[in-house]
């Protein structure tokens, strides 16, 4: 589905519209600059014995997939595909919050909880 087309996203516009122009688009670009730039693994290996989950976006244009794959591989994490793109939690909430769930669900078991 398009996001141009998704009614939730519709049914969110306005919202949607309010967060996006909240901060200055400088500070936006800068923020995704520095994000960009972090890079996390050497420290994800730490993180191991530690149950986790990851929701891959396969079609992500802000974070690439293979990007998403790798964190989750160094975690040994649960890999929860959708095939959306980084803006799947507006998009598609359901599927978002369905995949998070399940996530949690694995993450609890695994954890003993």
Same mark, same amino acid.
């Given at each position: 589905?398009?996001?141009?087309?998704?009614?939730?996203?519709?049914?969110?516009?306005?919202?949607?519209?309010?967060?996006?122009?909240?901060?200055?688009?400088?500070?936006?670009?800068?923020?995704?600059?520095?994000?960009?730039?972090? #890079?996390?693994? @050497?420290?994800?290996?730490?993180?191991?014995?530690?149950? +986790?989950?990851? $929701? %891959? =976006?396969?079609?992500?244009? /802000?974070?690439?997939?293979?990007?998403?794959?790798?964190?989750?591989?160094?975690?040994?994490?649960?890999?929860?595909?959708?095939? #959306?793109?980084? @803006?799947?939690?507006?998009?598609?909430?359901?599927?978002? +919050?369905?995949? $998070? %769930? =399940?996530?949690?669900?694995? /993450?609890?078991?695994?954890?003993?909880?």
């Amino acid at each position: 589905m398009s996001r141009r087309t998704s009614p939730d996203l519709a049914a969110r516009w306005s919202w949607f519209h309010t967060e996006l122009t909240r901060a200055p688009v400088t500070g936006v670009f800068t923020m995704g600059r520095a994000v960009g730039r972090y #890079d996390l693994r @050497d420290r994800v290996a730490a993180l191991r014995r530690t149950p +986790a989950a990851v $929701v %891959l =976006t396969t079609q992500d244009t /802000v974070c690439a997939p293979r990007s998403q794959r790798q964190l989750a591989d160094q975690l040994g994490a649960r890999v929860l595909e959708l095939p #959306d793109d980084h @803006d799947v939690p507006i998009v598609r909430p359901a599927a978002f +919050a369905t995949a $998070v %769930l =399940t996530g949690i669900a694995d /993450v609890r078991a695994r954890a003993g909880r």
